[in-house]
């Protein structure tokens, strides 16, 4: 069986922080991209970070400077460590496991900020 299982949402203060991580299991973790998209309501899912078998990062511009992502491949985890919250930053945030396309997806958890 897959599992992507997220923690560490909840609610925040817009300008503090948050850490999300995932654990996986059941897949192949190091030839996996690992990433993480949020939705918030009435929006569509949106890609917010990526990390690479390899390392090598991406970022959605509105998050770039504030958030990192980051794997351990010995542990199975990818996480993302969230600074300077903002409101508009609210979503359910999910991690999901890609090769050409997003082939495993987390249950998400919630990220409140608040004004």
């Known amino acids: 069986q897959v599992q992507l299982v997220e923690s560490g949402g909840g609610l925040v203060q817009a300008g503090g922080s948050l850490r999300l991580s995932c654990a996986a299991s059941?897949?192949?973790?190091?030839?996996?991209?690992m990433e993480w998209y949020r939705q918030a309501p009435g929006k569509q899912r949106e890609l917010v970070a990526g990390?690479?078998?390899?390392?090598?990062?991406n970022y959605a511009d509105s998050v770039k400077g504030r958030f990192t992502i980051s794997r351990d491949n010995a542990k199975n985890t990818v996480a993302l460590q969230m600074n300077s919250l903002k409101p508009e930053d609210t979503a359910v945030y999910y991690c999901?496991?890609?090769?050409?396309?997003?082939?495993?997806w987390g249950q998400g958890t919630q990220v409140t900020v608040s004004s």
């Open positions: 059941g897949i192949a973790f190091s030839i996996y991209t």
């Open positions: 999901a496991a890609s090769r050409r396309f997003v082939d495993h």
């Open positions: 990390i690479s078998i390899g390392g090598r990062t």
